[in-house]
């Protein structure tokens, strides 16, 4: 079946940086939606950011606009969350998901998820 796999979470300091990577089984196609969302605890999961599978096109949350970066290699099946500037409140366990039909935003159209990796921003 469809595995999204991340790596790259880690504790990093408020202004640093880090690079989540999703790598997907051959089953995901590239002609699916991938996108970031996130959850800290307590809170519900919110979206970070998609690209589509089709033209490439990116979407950010507001809250991550200018500091994080969202990228594809369709040759890996893999994408990439670059994620700069960091702040304590970006903490959070970060997944990976895709789907063949849906909304970028919508967290129930999202069909394959990933395990999640922890990112910890200190002050």
């Known amino acids: 079946q469809v595995q999204l796999v991340e790596s790259g979470g880690g504790l990093v300091q408020a202004g640093g940086s880090l690079r989540l990577s999703c790598a997907a089984s051959?089953?995901?196609?590239?002609?699916?939606?991938k996108g970031w969302f996130r959850q800290a605890p307590g809170k519900e999961r919110e979206f970070v950011a998609a690209i589509t599978g089709i033209g490439t096109r990116t979407y950010y949350a507001d809250s991550v606009k200018g500091r994080f970066t969202i990228s594809r290699d369709n040759a890996k099946n893999t994408m990439y969350l670059q994620m700069n500037s960091l702040k304590p409140e970006d903490t959070a366990v970060y997944y990976c998901a895709a789907y063949n039909r849906g909304s970028y935003d919508n967290t129930d159209d999202y069909n394959y998820w990933g395990q999640g990796t922890q990112v910890t921003v200190s002050t």
């Open positions: 051959e089953r995901a196609s590239t002609l699916y939606t």
